[in-house]
């Protein structure tokens, strides 16, 4: 129960992350914004360390160095930079419907990299994901298209978050299998995630700057960052939860149930977002599909 608690908990940081996020990237450009949300996740996750971990600073076997390396590499630069990016580019409840997509990743790695199997009533529940993600989106990927080919480009992107999250809950589980220490594993591999991404960020704000042109005002733009900081501790816990979780249980197990995080999304948009989104009755229902879909990888997971 410890391991579903931590999982929920995850579900409700990286929901809030996204809508916080979107929300600050109003008036600040998406990869700036990745930078000050990791900085502030990774200060978080060092405090964390400090106080709860510091005698496990001296004893990072060499194997563990790669695995952290890895998943600093593929969590942000390939997670966190895309979920920002699409979240700009169609919202946060749309990507975060993709970005769901993790929990059938996950099954597909562990079962290729780790030999773990997947029960039939999994596999049904990861056809109901797809199909809740299909029936949400309807035509919405079509108008997006012919309207703006750019609109497309924030699907993939939130499709590669998917891969990437999913790739790195079994990353974090073999991770852990050599180096038992979800809070060292954390703020070593956002440590990583920002030494990757500061050139690219670097590059981006002397192309378009941080702060979005058309917007006045500092105090504006200081609301901004303080959106993004939050998204920061938001993700930061919601990453710290996770992995303690995955320490705890399967990654078959833990991952659907942080998949489920769509539906606090829709629920914080229709509140937060209101004039940014429209949460249409067809895309609740895909929501519903898709969460009922991870209902049955859990269930499948049990059997």
Known sequence: MTAVGLSIL???????????????????????????????????????????????????????????????????????????????????????????????????????????????????????????????????????????????????????????????????????????SPLMMTALSMMVGILVLSPLVGASALHSGVIRAGNQGLLKSLASLRHVAAAGLASGIAVISLYFAVQRADVVVISPIVSSSPLITLFLAHVFLSRLEQVTPQLIAGTLLAIGGVGLVILGSQL
């Open 10 to 180: 995850a579900a409700f940081g990286f929901a809030s992350s996204a809508v916080l996020a979107r929300r600050g990237m109003q008036a600040i450009f998406p990869l700036p914004g990745v930078m000050v949300s990791l900085i502030v996740s990774f200060t978080f996750a060092s405090v964390m360390v400090l106080l709860f971990a510091f005698s496990d600073i001296g004893t990072i076997p060499r194997v563990a160095v790669y695995w952290i390396i890895g998943l600093g590499v593929i969590n942000f630069l390939g997670g966190r930079s895309q979920n920002f990016l699409s979240a700009n580019l169609i919202g946060a409840s749309r990507s975060s419907l993709f970005i769901s997509t993790q929990a059938p990743f996950a099954a597909i790695f562990a079962i290729t990299f780790t030999g773990e199997t997947i029960h039939p009533v999994v596999a049904l529940g990861t056809a109901g994901v797809v199909g809740g993600l299909l029936f949400a989106s309807g035509n919405s990927i079509l108008a997006g298209w012919r309207a703006d080919k750019v609109y497309l480009l924030g699907y993939l992107m939130a499709l590669g978050a998917g891969a990437s999250y999913g790739a790195t809950n079994v990353m974090a589980k073999q991770t852990l299998q050599v180096y038992d």
